[in-house]
């Protein structure tokens, strides 16, 4: 975060040349904001900011945050999930006392967020867009900037646990259903090919997300 405090400027020529402090939180105001879809977060103990003898004010704190986002899981394990984390200020109306702008464009955070994002685990981070409006409430409108970042899963370990194993019992199902066996041993393979699909279905049981209005095709199907 920076904003500026008109009234907290010296001339650094009277104070030993000294141009840039650091103060904790509390010494002096800060924007209070906070994100909308916020569940849970951890904070880090630096919560310091760093003034600078124009009255310019610039906090960096490091936490980390849950929050909720809406999964569309229709096309899992080929899905891609948008989620949104809106940076809000209920407190102070907007134009009048607190107007907030993004520092960095979507370009510059989307480079960023790669830089961070080294994980290699199922998901794929993609895209970051940035919007800025304003919220209506009762007593005035408010700002809030919003920021969608889009994951991509990886479906490897699906098409390789899951998906390559049921193609693999329907093709030996058809290829017994039209040989030359046997009835009695088509009914014998017909029961094997049932429970090897059953035990497939419990573990697609268990790999499914939960939190979907409307169920993966591959569930369907």
Not at 109 to 129: A, R, V
Not at 143 to 149: A, L, R
Request: hydrophobic residues 40%.
């Amino acid at each position: 975060q920076e904003w500026t405090n008109t009234f907290a400027t010296w001339d650094p020529q009277d104070f030993c040349n000294i141009s840039k402090i650091v103060l904790p939180m509390d010494a002096y105001w800060s924007p209070p904001i906070f994100i909308l879809e916020r569940v849970n977060e951890q904070k880090s103990d630096l919560e310091y900011m760093v003034v600078t003898h124009n009255g310019s004010f610039n906090s960096s704190q490091p936490f980390q945050v849950t929050v909720m986002c809406s999964l569309m899981i229709f096309k899992f394990p080929f899905d891609t999930q948008m989620c949104n984390m809106s940076i809000a200020s209920f407190l102070y109306p907007a134009v009048t006392e607190l107007v907030m702008k993004i520092r960095r464009t979507p370009a510059e955070m989307m480079k960023n967020s790669q830089s961070y994002f080294f994980t290699d685990g199922e998901w794929k981070f993609t895209n970051l867009s940035i919007s800025e409006y304003t919220e209506e409430m009762d007593d005035g409108e408010f700002p809030v900037i919003t920021y969608t970042i889009s994951m991509e899963r990886r479906p490897t370990l699906y098409i390789l646990n899951l998906i390559l194993p049921t193609c693999a019992l329907y093709l030996l199902d058809m290829a017994v259903l039209f040989g030359p066996s046997s009835l009695e041993e088509k009914i014998s393979f017909q029961i094997s090919i049932i429970l090897g699909s059953s035990m497939l279905a419990v573990i697609l049981n268990n790999m499914l997300p939960t939190s979907s209005n409307e169920p993966p095709i591959i569930g369907i199907h």
